[in-house]
């Protein structure tokens, strides 16, 4: 069952990596997804693709036993993800002095 505690809306995933990733569910691909979790903290996960599921407007990929957020992937087996640009301007912040909440 999905993790429903996200604080943040769903933001629409783009076609073209949902398209990939049901190409990857299709072949049964095993791998590492790295996604942010309801807490906004990195993690991830291992295993056999299994399903993307779709409640509502929400999409949420399926890795062995746990959900997965569509929107919140940063790299699903090494293809960037939704929230790739995120996670990677927290390396830019110092840079950019914006807040992303690192500070």
């Not at 991830?44 to 409640?55: A, C, E, H």
Request: proline share 5%; with cysteine.
């Amino acid at each position: 069952m999905p993790n429903t505690n996200y604080k943040e809306p769903y933001l629409p995933v783009d076609q073209d990596f949902e398209e990939l990733i049901l190409d990857l569910v299709a072949t049964h691909r095993h791998g590492k997804i790295h996604f942010f979790n309801s807490e906004n903290e990195v993690d991830d996960t291992s295993g056999y693709l299994v399903q993307l599921r779709k409640i509502g407007i929400e999409r949420w990929l399926i890795v062995h036993d746990i959900s997965v957020r569509m929107d919140k992937i940063i790299t699903a087996l090494g293809k960037p993800g939704p929230a790739y640009d995120y996670y990677n301007s927290f390396g830019n912040a110092c840079l950019t002095c914006e807040d992303l909440g690192q500070f």
